[in-house]
């Protein structure tokens, strides 16, 4: 149900580099961690970029939206120095270069799509072919635990992923979950849902592992808690802790 790592560094490296950047990744790395969830949005020209927030301001100075600017344009921006001064200079990753630098270091991905509002279709497309154009031989090959999981919220762009790459395994992102999550689930050929640990309790998730799904929380930052959620038979989460939580920590749990 779940051929993946257990533990995954939220938006790269959690809270203790700059989101979403390949410093995140040198930082979960670091820690240990091979595993890691990150979002993945549309800029102008319709390249895919590691962005969690579908406007600039926070996490890049400027304003407007991130589908205002051509990639070449994100990528010069700084994603860095809101973070730290030691971080100055890390740019908006294009996500083809943040996935071959994951590939290329042996990092799981969970890869977000999260597509600004009104892209949803052409953002679940594109993140998940520039995804088959990474991982073809893992893909053929059926090396399930290799290829990434694709999530998201929109379940326009997890269909248009499924449509796209059928290949590729897909999850859906819901913060509670619904009571009409099966036909849901069922209809867009999801593997695994993703769920706000805040709003799970044990019996739903007996009710989704009973069916066969996978069962992912984000994001959960206390160790406590986390060793409930795994109990209740979480099959992983992601989290922002990877100082407190290691990448062992499921398995040390048991
Ligand atoms: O993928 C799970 C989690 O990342 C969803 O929330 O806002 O951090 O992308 P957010
Ligand atoms: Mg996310």
Redesign the pocket.
């Known amino acids: 149900m779940w051929p993946y790592q257990k533990v995954l560094a ?2 790269g490296g959690g809270k203790l580099a700059p989101e979403n950047t390949l410093a995140a990744l040198r930082c979960g790395l670091a820690h240990g961690y091979r595993a890691v ?1 990150f ?1 993945v949005m549309l800029a102008r020209d319709g390249v895919p970029v590691v962005m ?1 927030d579908p406007y600039l301001g926070r996490t890049v100075a400027g304003s407007g939206n991130v589908f205002d600017y051509d990639a070449d344009e994100l990528a010069g921006m700084d994603a860095g120095i809101w973070f730290g001064k030691q971080f100055q200079g890390e740019p908006v990753p294009l996500f083809a270069d943040f996935a071959a630098f994951c590939k290329a270091n042996g990092i799981w991905m ?1 890869i ?1 799509i ?1 597509p600004a509002p009104g892209f949803e279709l052409e953002t679940g497309k594109a993140v998940a072919e520039a995804t088959r154009a990474l991982f073809t031989f893992e893909i053929g090959a059926g090396e399930v635990a290799q290829v990434p999981l694709l ?1 998201s919220f929109s379940e326009t762009a997890l269909a248009a992923a499924r449509d796209a790459a059928p290949d590729i395994a897909r999850a859906v ?1 819901f913060d509670a979950i619904p009571r009409n999550w099966r036909p849901r689930v069922k209809k867009l050929g999801a593997v695994a849902i ?1 769920v706000n640990h805040k709003h799970l309790t044990a019996s739903l998730a007996r009710e989704v592992r009973l069916a066969g799904f996978g069962l992912f929380c ?2 959960v930052n206390n160790p406590i808690r986390a060793r409930e959620i795994l109990a209740w038979g979480v099959d992983g989460f ?1 989290t922002d802790r990877i100082d407190l939580i290691g990448p062992d920590f499921a398995a040390a749990a048991k």
Request: glycine share 0%; hydrophobic share 5%; net charge negative.
């Open positions: 939220h938006r969830e979002d969690h969970n977000e999260k999530s992102l993703h984000y994001t992601c």
